[in-house]
């Protein structure tokens, strides 16, 4: 179970993550100078983040992304089921989720060595969903097809995502994305 304290702790740690790579470069940073900043120690650091890059890259939602592709109508498509679920999934999102999205978006796309890390961040959302769908009853192929279809979308949208205007956010070039996967006269 997930309590508040741990939620707290693992925000401390983003924090000082993200001031450290803004400010000295990812890099040059390391984990005990995040653990330090954060005020934790290096093994609490690490039983919320399993690498210094699964700071920028991870996060707690995939749960819910699946759910929210698992409450789509099964009559629909994997594709269509996976697109809506992620659409639904953006009213989720914060302000300040948002904030620290950016944040975490814009290291990354500083860093090409960052991107691997990106695969696998993607790859477990990506296996959430299809174990969705596949105990719906979806074929595992098709639900692999579906979902990463939606998930590149989703991707190239968030990396485009850190040199938008401020104004752009995160759901407004998710939706774009997703939109282009819709069927002919569905809803964007």
Known sequence: MVTLRTLRTR??????ALDLFERQGYDATTVNQIADTAGVTSMTFFRHFATKD???VTDPYDPLIAEAVGAQPTALSPLERTRRGLLAALGDITPTED???RRRVALVAQYPSLRAAVSVGT???QDAIVERLVADGVDPLDAAIAVSACLAATTAALLAWGSAPVDVTLADLVRRALALLAPAGATP
């Not at 925000?11 to 000082?16: G, K, Q």
């Open 11 to 16: 925000a401390r740690i983003l924090d000082a």
């Open 99 to 101: 904030a620290t999205a």
């Open 123 to 125: 790859g477990a959302t």
């Open 54 to 56: 699964a700071v920028l």
